[in-house]
């Protein structure tokens, strides 16, 4: 192997490792992104941890169109912690128009949380669809320290085995 695909296959893999292995990617989780309400509408939940706090996306659609909603929309988010067992947070009425929002919220590490979302389109005032809870659980800096030295660790073994390979040939 000459050294330039070496240094390409260790560039490959430390990209990888860095990738598939920082806080972002291993912080957390959200079960089931989506949920069907009221069997008409979706309700979408991607939640995108940052350093201090964590971006919650939401997106509501049409079940049989798939199409987001492009009339006016007002929701509530509701944040249960399970340790506590009880709503840490409730949020004031928020609104869209374009069928998708970002909130931002401060999570405690090592915690479990449920999350619920309510909402009222536009047009049909007074009608208010609920959410089943999302599970979200938050880890704690030693875990997400342990998940990087973990993707160290496995980054080494592909190096060593690339090298190894490329000896036996």
């Known amino acids: 192997m000459t050294l330039n695909k070496l240094f390409f296959s260790l560039s490959i893999l430390l990209l990888f490792s860095i990738t598939l292995f920082t806080p972002r990617t291993v912080s957390g989780h959200v079960l089931t992104p989506q949920q069907v309400v009221a069997d008409k509408y979706v309700v979408q939940l991607v939640i995108s941890p940052q350093t201090a706090s964590s971006t919650l996306h939401l997106a509501f659609s049409d079940k049989r169109s798939g199409k987001r909603f492009n009339i006016p929309l007002s929701y509530k988010i509701k944040i249960y912690d399970a340790q506590k067992k009880q709503f840490i947070f409730i949020s004031q009425i928020l609104e869209t128009s374009t069928g998708s929002d970002k909130f931002l919220y401060t999570f405690t590490p090592g915690n479990v949380y449920e999350i619920f979302v309510e909402f009222e389109k536009?047009?049909?005032?007074?009608k208010i669809y609920k959410t089943k809870d999302w599970l979200w659980a938050e880890p704690t800096r030693q875990q997400?320290?342990?998940?990087?030295?973990?993707?160290v660790v496995i980054a080494a073994f592909f190096i060593v085995?690339?090298?190894l390979w490329s000896k036996l040939k």
């Not at 997400?144 to 993707?151: E, F």
Request: glycine residues 24%.
């Open 122 to 126: 536009s047009d049909e005032p007074g």
């Open 144 to 151: 997400i320290n342990l998940a990087m030295v973990g993707g």
């Open 161 to 163: 085995g690339t090298l």
